[in-house]
């Protein structure tokens, strides 16, 4: 069984998202945020079935029941499993979450079972608790930086309390985390924090942001962006703010700071027939428009090779529309190294593709 989180108001989506993929499996709701799914197969083989998933948030491959009759026999529990399955020395790591409907309810019984696990490692294999998140900070040279990528080395560790007494636990070994990235989120549960700068023009600011932190990549200074359906600016704002410069596109005129900033060129007018002379670094698209033409905008853009990575917002009128995300599954050329196409916790009626066309040569370039 493998279990999958949404936001609540997405497990409809997600549960045809899924039936449309794999028709044959049984899908189990479980409380309003989750469901169980049981399909014949591999993990692997699951995921090369079903695919992105624009509604889920995180994934629990292989999950089974986890009782919890007290915190200390639940980590002496987890503590023997790990001792079994886990390489000695190698890098893992442990959430403990809670999912009881009410979003923080048990956090605090879950940092305790945390805690318990490390102090029974502490006695009994000390050799696993140096590998407890070892990676992050070695990995990025970045403390600040929580959460960045899987390594191929890395296993994940997933204990998920449904109640205070019962929960659910989904061990995958290294390098499952690290291959199934875009299923399987280094955030837990799926959920990407992102502070609010106060400065910027709008929220969408957000959206921006936790993509970069989804991707692990963020936009730098010296890079080049091309910002489509740019006003009033916030995606714009936050490259410029970095050193990074901005190819501003949109009918209308962005904040007046941002008009005048040297880092910013604004060109007035239509961001589906704007193209750049040379290729840049980043595509960025928040544009309003049909589903169908931001499909088909950020296809043409990797077809022709005209970024190395994109960020494009894909927004709804109504609800009916979203099995048109299946065409971006579907035609996302094979030389697009990563992509993920996904629900943003920052997303209203819309969803995100986002990824990397990879370092080929760029058409026109040099
Ligand atoms: C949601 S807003 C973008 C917000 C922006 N990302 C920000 O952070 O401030 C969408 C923008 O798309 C622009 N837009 C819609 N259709 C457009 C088109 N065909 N060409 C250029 N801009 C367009 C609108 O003028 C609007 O400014």
């Known amino acids: 069984m493998h279990l999958i989180l949404s936001a609540p108001e997405n497990r409809p989506f997600l549960e045809q998202e899924l039936l449309r993929a794999l028709p044959t499996s049984v899908l189990e709701p479980l409380g309003d945020s989750m469901l169980a799914l049981k399909a ?39 503590v ?45 294999r000390r050799s696993l608790l140096k590998g407890l998140d070892a990676v992050p900070k070695a990995a990025l040279g970045d403390p600040n930086r929580a959460c960045p990528l899987f390594q191929p080395e890395e296993s994940l560790v997933q204990l998920l309390l449904t109640s205070l007494e ?26 990407v924090p992102v502070a609010v700068d106060k400065a910027a023009p709008s929220r ?14 963020a936009i730098v200074a010296g890079e080049t962006c091309v910002d489509l359906g740019a006003a009033p600016g916030s995606w714009t704002y936050q490259p410029v703010q970095r050193g990074a410069r901005v190819i501003a596109v949109d009918r209308s005129p962005l904040r007046d700071d941002l008009m005048r900033s040297p880092r910013v ?18 595509l960025l698209c928040d544009v309003i428009a049909a589903p169908e033409r931001s499909i088909g905008l950020v296809l043409e853009w990797v077809r022709e090779r005209r970024c190395r990575y994109f960020v494009v917002t894909i927004k709804f009128k109504g609800q009916e529309d979203y099995a048109q995300l299946d065409v971006l599954k579907r035609e996302m050329p094979r ?10 916790c920052a997303n209203k009626n819309e969803a995100c593709v986002f990824g990397t066309v990879g370092d080929g040569p760029l058409k026109n370039a040099g």
């Not at 083989?45 to 079903?50: K, L, Y």
């Not at 969408?204 to 991707?215: C, D, I, P, V, W």
């Open 80 to 124: 023997t499993e790990l001792i079994g399955c886990l390489p000695e020395g190698a890098p893992w790591r442990l959430q403990v979450e809670p999912r009881f409907g009410v979003t923080d309810a048990g956090r605090h019984r879950c940092e305790l079972i945390r805690d318990s696990v490390i102090e029974q490692l502490r006695k009994r």
């Open 335 to 344: 030389w697009v190294e990563s992509f993920q196409l996904l629900h943003l």
């Open 265 to 282: 060129t604004f060109h007035q007018g239509d961001a589906f027939r704007f193209v750049p002379e040379t290729p840049v670094d980043w």
């Open 204 to 217: 969408a600011f957000a959206k921006l942001a936790e993509s970069e932190r989804r991707m692990g990549r």
């Open 40 to 78: 014949p197969g591999s993990w692997s083989e699951i995921r090369a079935a079903v695919g992105q998933t624009v509604f889920a948030r995180q994934w629990l491959p292989e999950a089974r029941s986890f009782p919890v009759p007290s915190i200390r026999a639940a980590a002496e529990t987890l």
């Open 166 to 191: 019962v929960g659910f636990l989904s061990i995958l070994p290294a390098p499952g985390p690290f291959t199934s990235m875009g299923w399987v989120s280094p955030f837990p549960l799926g959920e």
